[in-house]
Structures are given as structure tokens and as C-alpha cells.
């Protein structure tokens, strides 16, 4: 039995002028990177609290808690609660599902398409989205119907895509066959967003449409955290419960099946989960972008490809991430600055900087 | 394990490509398919892999239809070592050879540590535990190939398919891997595989199908690789040499330059 | 290849092409001749028939408020406003001159509408971020004078805007000052132009008139009873627009503290708040604007939880802007608003602001609109306003 050293040197020559170009190897520890993560969840969770408009001094909001949690009776303001409890919380709750929501969605994608260049908007969830919420204002529907247009027509939308592609496809490149039905699609009806904004009057629907449009998280209440939990705890836990499975995806269909995964349920399986989870959030606040393409990336730089660390990696950084836009957007400036203008503006330069370090994190 | 190929037609929606073939693997059989370009090694795999339906005939592995078999199942018996290619994420070696085990895991589980003691026992084998940490898009398309077959001796199947194992490595390494799969065989795998050197029939293969213009033939590598078969399958002229090796004659394929 | 340019084909060629030249030419001939004349469907004797009565002059040239020098006609029978901002002024001024919408008029609106006015064509219009106007039609109405009615601050450039319309629609186009504070002066102005001076100055004037007494009472009140107010727009009530914009000019005028610190809008205006900040700013009344939240705002706004925690809320101090059938305080900002501030001067201030809302709603209606309010009529315009 030769030593694997005498074994290495018969595949890389260091004698003979050959030099060994390796790169250093480093092993990730990627499970200590996630329980870091988890505390860096927590810690701007918790500062989420001590940010707004209306001031509530530090010594107020701990005041506040601690008697909270024991029960004692309030010596706070009627209003600081209200804030507290009725505006902030149930805000700071959504923005953490749905910056963990679009997230997951985008590393699930990235892996089950095979392409880290893909976002959750890929089949056509957000366009079809953003049409729903368009036409229930253009009808004078209440918030709750222009939530619920915007969840059903993500839904027909991906539903749409999935059966095209499904008509018109063959085994061998469904996939192809896909991603070019969601584009389709999602041009489809990012027109008819179109119409729908031209025939608005100018006075306050368009406007209306158009704000809505830009994402924000402005009008929610906690009565949207009960909404959103469903479709957020049916989409992401078998999501994450499947993820070692999706791995087998990168090296293509054939090999996966090879593997013994089931890719045409999986698929199917995926599919439906990171659609719950994008339509959902595109009818919570609005239409998000940068957040379910950009993330997946920093994940993959810091716990590596393998999705067994990657999908959580990217839930609990996507949940930050969007928490911390969310908050300077409701707090730097009086108005309030639409999230997907925050999270291009900071998304995109940062997404640059991704692909120039991270030159690594994909081939 | 047996696998039994029936009178089978292998093609694709529009076209049959190969036609009535039969042919068996034993337990511990190694079987080569020689063949030239095109004429349906590929179709032929991916066939009995399951990627394709089997356009007349049957496929059976133990008797069973493998229309019938569930794809877990085919996992954990046959181990397919495909051409290496780039994936787009950088798993490393490690994480790749792990995926071998998914057939044995659960629906919802990962690797456990028996599984990744698993892994790094088919590393061993191979000589290459110095790639268990490296980055599997970094290494040379040679590595990544032994890393393909290590994933593939990981699935612990008993059948392993591989579709041309040697390309992209230099002479002595293809001696070696060949070898080596030799030893898999000897330890009781049923090996199927395909190449475009008889030489390696010679070195490591006592079994071999001839796919050509003339049909298939089954047969031993003595009786199979005559210079009027290379003629017929590769259109070209050689010479069939026997060396002495200490007692033991070793045949070789030699190509004559007229 | 070059064996399709035989002779033949190439002569056919020739031919066709100078045959569809000659059309186009023919078509373009006919149609320029046609812009230059009187189009038969003008309502009214030939006005730009130039031949004979060399001695009286068919146009003039007036300078509008934005320093354009435009020529137009000496009698005019038809006009048409490029945005609604001018259809109150000029229905009130000349209602028998307009000649069509630029919106649709709604049910509400039309019950205080003359006849004739309900059923005038709609048109569309250029209303800031986008262009609805439907040039054919208002090119086969082909008006005597356009109106173009803008703020001509120092930042806007209303001319460009005038130019563009004249070119598109071959008409003579003016613009007049939407600014609050120069209504008195646009009366005149309008009423030269279109010789109806007598309508004019009885306007005028009585808009100078009231204008005068709510300022000269709300320059009574003290600093420290100044109130602060919050102008909810959008269906949560969570937009809103500072002082100096032209949305808000009432409120300044009535001496009301605008509450929000925000940048200015141009165009539609709307800045977008969160409930945290209206909470911060805890002002003393809210307006609801009728245009643009409505009812639903309102009665949202009346609800909710978080609202409720609102100075404003808590003492019932919730108003919408009346709108019928032309906007009171905004959207556009028109001439109504001479009632506006009347409106909510007395709203704001009843102490300092003493004046018979009724009565002056009615005197209102019955002088610019020509319309006789019945009490229950003036209870119904009034509703949730006070």
C-alpha cells in the first residue's frame, strides 16, 4: 500500500520544474457560521425595536418588555404601545418572513435551475403578483382583496408557466423548456401591469398602483402576520426539509436520477413551496427585487454550495438583510423610501462586489 | 446481481438505434461495450439506466423489469459514472462523494457520520484522499473523473456503469483506474463499461460486446477482438500481438500503419 | 441576383413608386388645406374668414400669464381647458364656451352641473404624468383657444408644456396661473379675452371680497391657537403634501399648521408616510382628501386602531375636503376654493372665522354655478366636512 503522498506525487511532479499552483484549502466551518448567523438574526431583530419615528428612549423600551413579560401593569404612554405593538412589531415580524421567504425561494431556484443567476421572479410568481394587486385597486378593492388578487394571480401565473412548459417540453430539456416559459409569462403579464397602469386615473389609482408596486411595508398590520405564516410555513418547511436532495440537481438531471433522487417530484415539490413563499410576499410588500438573487450568493460565499448549510445560511441572512433595509427605510427620512429602491440601490453595488470577491462561488 | 438485456431495441422517439441486442452481466462480471462513434453505447446506458425507455424488449436486474424497479431502489444497486463535466456551484471532492450516499438516506436526512466514513473509505481506495477538501471545480478533469467513480463506489451498488472512464486521463493513470476497477470487480461488482480501446478489453476485461455495422456479438475478449472484428468496427488495420510476460501471455492491439 | 432588374421590373417599379408618391402628396395637400380653414363643425358664424372687413382686426395678440405672446382670435366661441385645473373657472366665468371634458364627470358631480354641461364630450387632457388627450377629437372640436392652467413658479416651465400642445393641436393655447392667490386677477384676464368682462369683475370681485375677510379673521388669531393639521391622501391615509405645495395652499391660507416636513411633490404630489410618523407629529385635525382617499379613507381613518391613537381621532377632529362637483381645497386646485377657505376657516377656527357656512355655500352656488341650493343640497356638500 503506497503512502498517499508517494500516491499525490505521481499526479503533481515537484521535481520536475512543476511547480503546485493548488490553491490553499480551506474547510469550512459551516456550522459555526450558521449558529453566528442565528445571533446576528437576533441582535438586529432586537435593534429592530429601537429604531422608528416616534421616539421611544431606550430606557422606556426595556421598561416596556420587562414589564410585559412579567405581567406588571403599563407605565407607558397609550400611544408608545400602540406603536410598539401595533406598528413596529407586526412590521418587524413581516419584514423578517419575507426577507427569509424570498430568499429561500432564490437559493431554491438557483440549485433546482442550475444557475446562480436566477431570481425567485424567474416562473413568473412576482409579475403575475404585482397584475393581481394592479387590478384589485384599479377595482377600489380593500387591502385585504389587493393582498389576496396579488397571492392568487402569483399562483395562476407559476400554475400557467408550469403547465405551458409542460405542454410544449420534452424530458430532456424541461428544464430549458421552463425557464423560457416563466420569461414569457412574466413579460405577459408585466404588460398587462402595464395596461392597467395606462388606463388608471392619473389622480389616485396610478399613483396608487405605482406605489404599490415599488414595495413597501407602510400598511402592515398584525392581522398580515397571520396571513403570511401559512403560506410561509407550508412553503419553506419542505423546502428545507429536502435541500440535501436538491444538491444532486447541480450535476444535471440524468446523474440526479442516477443518484436516486426523484427530480421530477422534487421539482413539482419546489416548485409549488418557493411559489407560495414569492407570491405571498410580493402580496404582502409589493414587488421586492435583489434580495432573492443577492443573498443566496453571500451565502454561498460563507458556508459554501452545499445546501445543506446554504438554504438555512440564506433564511436567516435574507431575514436580516431585509429587516435592516426595512428599518432605514421607515426611519432615515420622513418619507418613506420604497423598499425595492432601497434594496437595488444597495443590492445592486453589492451584488458587484459579490461577484468581484467571490469570484469562487460559482463557475 | 444479474442484469439481462432481452432482445431489447434502444433508441429515441424518432429513431431506433440499436436493435435486437442481448446480452448478460453475471455477479461479478466485467463486461466492456467496444464500439465505434455513434453507434449507441450511450443510448445503450442510458437505456438500462432508465433515462430513456426501452423500445422493444426488456431490461431485468434479477429478473425484475427495471421499468418496475423505483429509481431509490436502481440507486442503491447500480452506480453510473457519467463523463465528468462542470458543475455550476464549487462543491468540494468530499461533498460530491457524499451525494453517493443519497439513495441510502431518507427523505429528509443528510449524511450522517457513517456515511462519511463511508465516503472517505472509496477515497482510500482510489488513492485520492489528498482531494477530500479541494474544491471539485478546481481540480483536473482526470481527478474529477476518479471523484465520479469514487461517488459511484460510495452508492455501494452492485452494478457500477461507466461510460468511458479513461478519457481525460494521461497512460498511467488510465492503467491504474483500470486496474483498479478490476479489483472492484474481483471483490464481487458486476462491472459494465464502455471504451474505445480494445488495449483495455486486454488489460483488465474478459468479457466484451462488439456493437458494429454487422450487428453485436458477445463473447470473450480473446474471441471477440480478432483483426478482421477491428477491421468491421473501427475500419482500420491491425495486428493482434501476444507478449510474454514471465509466463503469461498478455494481447495487445496494434495498429498498422498501411 | 441582378437578374430581377430586367427592364420591365424596373420601369413597374418607377411606376408604382410615383404613383404613391403622388397619393401621399394628394392626401398631405388635402389635410393641410383642411387645418387652415374654418372646419364646417364650428358652432358658430365664420370667425377667421378674412375676406372683406379689412377694417376690424380677426385676432390679437394678448400676452398670457407665463410672458408667451399668443395670437388669438378677437371673438371666441369655444374653448377647451388642456387640464381640469381651468374648467371650474371657466364654467363659472363662460359655461356656454366650454366645450368638453376633460374627465368624465361623475353622477355626483353632474347633479350640479348645468344640462348642457352633462352631456359635453369627454376629451382627456394633459394631466402631468400622463397625456390622455385624444388629438383627433379635439382636432375635429377644433376649439377657439386652449387653456393651459399650471403654477408659473420660478421652477416650472409651463411654456414648454403650452408649445407642445399648440403644436399637436394647431389651436392657440394660453396659459393662466392656477396659484390661489392670483384667482381675482385670472377672472379679469379670462374676461377680456373672451369679452365677457361684466361676468368678470362681478367675480372677481367677490372673490376678492372673501378672500379679504378670511384672511383679515384669521390674522386675528393668536400664535399659541394655531392648530396643527395632517392632509391624508391615498385609501390609508398615509400620503400626504407639505406646505407651499398647490395642494395645500388653503390650509396655509386659513392660517392651519401643516404638519409635515416633507419635500414637495411636484405633479400628483403624494408623499408617502408611515403610521409611526403621523403618530410623531400628533396633530390637532386631520383632513381626509376626498379626490383621492375618500370615503373609505375616512371611515378607515375613524376605525383603526393605530388612528385612534391620533389627537386629531380622539376629539372627532376628522374632515373631508368637499369636492362637489369641483374639488373645494385640491384636485384640482381650482377656483372653488374661495368657498374653501371659507369652509375651513370655520372649520378650523369657528371662533375667530364667524360666517354662515350655509348661507355662503348657497350665495356661492348661486353666483359661479347658477345653481339654487336647497338646504338638504347644502347639508349633503357639507357632510363629514365639519
Known amino acids: 500500500m503506497r503512502s498517499p503522498d508517494a500516491v499525490r506525487d505521481e499526479f503533481v511532479d515537484n521535481k520536475a520544474g512543476v511547480t503546485d499552483v493548488r490553491p490553499k484549502v480551506k474547510i469550512r466551518k459551516s456550522g459555526l457560521v450558521l449558529v453566528i448567523l442565528s445571533i446576528v438574526l437576533i441582535v438586529v431583530f432586537l435593534w429592530s425595536f429601537t429604531v422608528g419615528r416616534f421616539a421611544v428612549p431606550l430606557p422606556e423600551l ?20 400602540t406603536v410598539l405593538f401595533n406598528i413596529r412589531i407586526p412590521r418587524i415580524i413581516v419584514a423578517l418572513i419575507i426577507g427569509a421567504a424570498l430568499s429561500a425561494s432564490g ?129 419553506i418547511i419542505p423546502i428545507l426539509l429536502l435541500r440535501y436532495k436538491l444538491n444532486a440537481l447541480a450535476f444535471g438531471e440524468e446523474e440526479a436520477q442516477a443518484l436516486g433522487v426523484d427530480t421530477k417530484k422534487i421539482r413539482f415539490v419546489y416548485i409549488i413551496c418557493a411559489t407560495l413563499l414569492t407570491a405571498s410576499s410580493v402580496a404582502a410588500g409589493g414587488m421586492i427585487g435583489w434580495v432573492g438573487l443577492v443573498i443566496p450568493h453571500l451565502a454561498r460565499m460563507l458556508v459554501g454550495p452545499n445546501l445543506k448549510y446554504m438554504l438555512p445560511a440564506s433564511v436567516l441572512l435574507g431575514g436580516a438583510y431585509l429587516l435592516l433595509i426595512d428599518d432605514i427605510s421607515r426611519t432615515f427620512f420622513t418619507v418613506e423610501i420604497p423598499l425595492s429602491i432601497l434594496t437595488a440601490i444597495i443590492g445592486a453595488p453589492f451584488f458587484i462586489y459579490l461577484l468581484a470577491k467571490g469570484r469562487n462561488s460559482w463557475t | 446481481m444479474i442484469l439481462e438485456v432481452k432482445a431489447a431495441s434502444f433508441g429515441y422517439a424518432k429513431r431506433t438505434v440499436l436493435r435486437n441486442i442481448s446480452f448478460k452481466v453475471a455477479t461479478g462480471e466485467f463486461l466492456c461495450l467496444l464500439g465505434p462513434n455513434g453507434v449507441g453505447k450511450t443510448t445503450l446506458f442510458k437505456s438500462i439506466l432508465g433515462f430513456l425507455d426501452v423500445r422493444a424488449g426488456e431490461v431485468t436486474l434479477d429478473g425484475q423489469n427495471i421499468k418496475k ?77 476518479m471523484v465520479l467513480i469514487a461517488r459511484a ?29 478490476r479489483k472492484l470487480s474481483d471483490q464481487g461488482i458486476s462491472i459494465l463499461m464502455t471504451s474505445h480501446f480494445p488495449n483495455h478489453a486486454f488489460l483488465c476485461c474478459p468479457k466484451v460486446v462488439l456493437l458494429n455495422k454487422n450487428g453485436f456479438e458477445v463473447g470473450t475478449t480473446d474471441d471477440l477482438i480478432t483483426e478482421s472484428n477491428m477491421k468491421d468496427t473501427y475500419g482500420i488495420n491491425v495486428k493482434i500481438a501476444k507478449i510474454d510476460d514471465h509466463g503469461v501471455d498478455i494481447k495487445s492491439c496494434v495498429p498498422l500503419t498501411n | 441576383m441582378f437578374k430581377i432588374f430586367t427592364k420591365k421590373a424596373v420601369s413597374t417599379g418607377i411606376a408604382i413608386l410615383l404613383c404613391l408618391w403622388m397619393m401621399t402628396l394628394l392626401l398631405t395637400g388635402c389635410s393641410s388645406q383642411a387645418t387652415s380653414t374654418t372646419p364646417v363643425t364650428s358652432a358658430t358664424p365664420a370667425t377667421s374668414v378674412s ?47 366650454l366645450v368638453a371634458w376633460v374627465n368624465a364627470p361623475s353622477d355626483d358631480q353632474k347633479k350640479y352641473l348645468s344640462d348642457r354641461a352633462k352631456n359635453l364630450p369627454i376629451l382627456g387632457g394633459w394631466m402631468g404624468e400622463k397625456s390622455t388627450a385624444n388629438l383627433e377629437e379635439i382636432a375635429k372640436l377644433s376649439p377657439d383657444l386652449i387653456i393651459f392652467m399650471t403654477t408659473t413658479g420660478v421652477n416650472n416651465n409651463p411654456e414648454q408644456i403650452a408649445d407642445s400642445i399648440t403644436n399637436q393641436t394647431k389651436r392657440p393655447v394660453i396659459v393662466m396661473e392656477s396659484g390661489f392667490a392670483d384667482t381675482a386677477k385670472v377672472y379679469r384676464l379670462m374676461g377680456d379675452i373672451l369679452g365677457v368682462q361684466d361676468r368678470a369683475e362681478t367675480l372677481a370681485s367677490y372673490s376678492e371680497k372673501k378672500m379679504k375677510e378670511i384672511s383679515d379673521m384669521v390674522a386675528k388669531i393668536p400664535q399659541d391657537k394655531l392648530l396643527n393639521v395632517y392632509y391624508a391622501e391615498g385609501t ?48 390637532d385635525v386631520v383632513l381626509v382628501s376626498s379626490n383621492s382617499g375618500g370615503v373609505k379613507a375616512y371611515d378607515s381613518i375613524l376605525k383603526d386602531t393605530s388612528w385612534g391613537k391620533v389627537k386629531a381621532v380622539k376629539n372627532s377632529k376628522v374632515y373631508m375636503t368637499p369636492l362637489l362637483p369641483f374639488g373645494w381645497y385640491d384636485r384640482p386646485p381650482n377656483i372653488m376654493r374661495i368657498l374653501g377657505i371659507e369652509w375651513l376657516g370655520s372649520a378650523l377656527y369657528p371662533n375667530y372665522v364667524k360666517i354662515d357656512l350655509k348661507q355662503e355655500t348657497k350665495d356661492f352656488f348661486s353666483l359661479f354655478l347658477g345653481q339654487k341650493l336647497t338646504d338638504e343640497q347644502v347639508i349633503e356638500l357639507l357632510k363629514q366636512a365639519v
Open chain 1, 107 to 235: 437559493a431554491a431556484y438557483q440549485g433546482l435551475f442550475r444557475n446562480p443567476m436566477v431570481s425567485p421572479d424567474i416562473l413568473g410568481a412576482s409579475a403575475g403578483a404585482g397584475f393581481g394587486a394592479a387590478m384589485a385597486i384599479l377595482m377600489s378593492g380593500s387591502a385585504l382583496t389587493i393582498q389576496l388578487a396579488a397571492f392568487s394571480c402569483g399562483i395562476i401565473a407559476v400554475m400557467l408557466t408550469y403547465f405551458v412548459s409542460k405542454l410544449i417540453g420534452k424530458a430532456n430539456n424541461s428544464v430549458l423548456i421552463l425557464v423560457l416559459t416563466g420569461m414569457v409569462v412574466s413579460s405577459l403579464f408585466s404588460a398587462f401591469i402595464s395596461l392597467a397602469k395606462y388606463t388608471a386615473d392619473p389622480n389616485n389609482k396610478l399613483p396608487e398602483i405605482a406605489y404599490w408596486l415599488m414595495g413597501g411595508l407602510t400598511s402592515i398590520t398584525a392581522k398580515n402576520i397571520s396571513m403570511m405564516l401559512i403560506p410561509f410555513t407550508i412553503g
Open chain 3, 236 to 283: 390609508s391615509g398615509l400620503s400626504t403634501d407639505p406646505s407651499g405645495s398647490d395642494h395645500t395652499e388653503v390650509l396655509d391660507f386659513v392660517k392651519g399648521k401643516n404638519v409635515a416636513d416633507v419635500q414637495a411633490k411636484g405633479g400628483q404630489g403624494m408623499s408617502s408616510v408611515s403610521m409611526e410618523q403621523v403618530l410623531a407629529w400628533n396633530p
Open chain 2, 69 to 145: 424497479w423505483s429509481k431509490p431502489r436502481l440507486a442503491k444497486a447500480i452506480g453510473y459514472v457519467p463523463q465528468a463535466h462542470t458543475p455550476p456551484f464549487p462543491y468540494t471532492v468530499l461533498d460530491v462523494i457524499l451525494m453517493g450516499r443519497m439513495a441510502h438516506l431518507g427523505l429528509f436526512s443528510s449524511p450522517s457520520r457513517e456515511d462519511v466514513k463511508i465516503a472517505e473509505e472509496s477515497l482510500e481506495k482510489l488513492s485520492i484522499s489528498f482531494l477530500k477538501n479541494m474544491t471539485y471545480t478546481e481540480i483536473s478533469g482526470g481527478e474529477r473523473q
Open chain 3, 51 to 97: 375676406a372683406g372687413n379689412s377694417s376690424q382686426a380677426t385676432t390679437r395678440v394678448i400676452t398670457d400669464m407665463a410672458g408667451r405672446k399668443v395670437t388669438i382670435p378677437t371673438k371666441i366661441n369655444t374653448v377647451y381647458c388642456a387640464v381640469p385645473t381651468a374648467e371650474a373657472m371657466l364654467y363659472s366665468l363662460a359655461p356656454e364656451k
Open chain 2, 153 to 181: 463506489i460510495t452508492q455501494k451498488p452492485q452494478l457500477l456503469i461507466l461510460d468511458e472512464p479513461t478519457s481525460n486521463l494521461d497512460y498511467g493513470n488510465q492503467v491504474r483506474v483500470l486496474l483498479q476497477i
Open chain 1, 62 to 81: 426595556l421598561t416596556v418588555f420587562f414589564r410585559k413579560i412579567f405581567g406588571l401593569p403599563a407605565t407607558w404612554s397609550d400611544t408608545t404601545e
